[in-house]
T-cell receptor
Framework: QKEVEQDPGPLSVPEGAIVSLNCTYS??????FMWYRQYSRKGPELLMY????GNKEDGRFTAQVDKSSKYISLFIRDSQPSDSATYLC???????????FGDGTTLTVKP | GAVVSQHPSWVICKSGTSVKIECRSL??????MFWYRQFPKQSLMLMAT?????????EQGVEKDKFLINHASLTLSTLTVTSAHPEDSSFYIC?????????????FGPGTRLTVL
């Protein structure tokens, strides 16, 4: 069983929709939780990070972490065609140097 | 945010040749760099962790004699794919960890697309 499971997608939504992207994990040592966006043929770029449980909002993006359920989410409000990309969740334990990534969810926002 | 560059961005080579990919942190010193490969429509697969001045730590199943990693300075790590074969064709991405980041943030390079004929 993988340490991090991500909803596989692909996901296709109309412009303006609210998008929910989700990951679950099994390692209770994970403390930092990140969401990366990766456009085709590009390297991932960090979108959001959160430490421990709670919500964090940045513009149209909200990251949510529920450590009790070992579940994290990324919400995108008022989705735009430019949001079309693959979204990767990632997690780091307190003392680990490497991130554990989900397999990614490909999102297409149709105009 | 910090910038990580990779060179070349794409390379085509003949089977049996070696290819070197460079990863540079442009505005910070990276004590740790990571090398990933990514096949189409798949996630990142960590190949190795590279610490400046020491030998790289390879993930299980990654041939260290085939994928040579050198992290000679705090701003440069190189990955050499030796005796490349078509099955080595992939997207190779490096990332560098900024030690000034409070949560071990990794900054990714733009990737190098390798095609082995």
């Amino acid at each position: 069983q993988k340490e991090v499971e991500q909803d596989p997608g692909p996901l296709s939504v109309p412009e303006g929709a609210i998008v929910s992207l989700n990951c679950t994990y099994s390692n209770s040592a994970f403390q930092y939780f990140m969401w990366y966006r990766q456009y085709s043929r590009k390297g991932p770029e960090l979108l959001m990070y959160t430490y421990s449980s709670g919500n964090k909002e940045d513009g149209r993006f909200t990251a949510q972490v529920d450590k009790s359920s070992k579940y994290i989410s990324l919400f995108i409000r008022d989705s735009q065609p430019s949001d079309s990309a693959t979204y990767l969740c990632a997690m780091i334990g307190t003392n680990a140097g490497k991130s554990t990534f989900g397999d990614g969810t490909t999102l297409t926002v149709k105009p | 945010g910090a910038v990580v560059s990779q060179h070349p961005s794409w390379v085509i080579c003949k089977s049996g040749t070696s290819v070197k990919i460079e990863c540079r942190s442009l505005d910070f010193q990276a004590t740790t760099m990571f090398w990933y490969r990514q096949f189409p429509k798949q996630s990142l697969m960590l190949m190795a962790t590279s610490n400046e001045g020491s030998k790289a730590t390879y993930e299980q199943g990654v041939e260290k004699d085939k994928f040579l990693i050198n992290h000679a300075s705090l701003t440069l790590s190189t990955l050499t794919v030796t005796s490349a074969h078509p099955e080595d064709s992939s997207f190779y991405i490096c990332s560098a960890r900024d030690p000034a980041s409070s949560y071990n943030e990794q900054f990714f390079g733009p990737g190098t697309r390798l095609t082995v004929l």
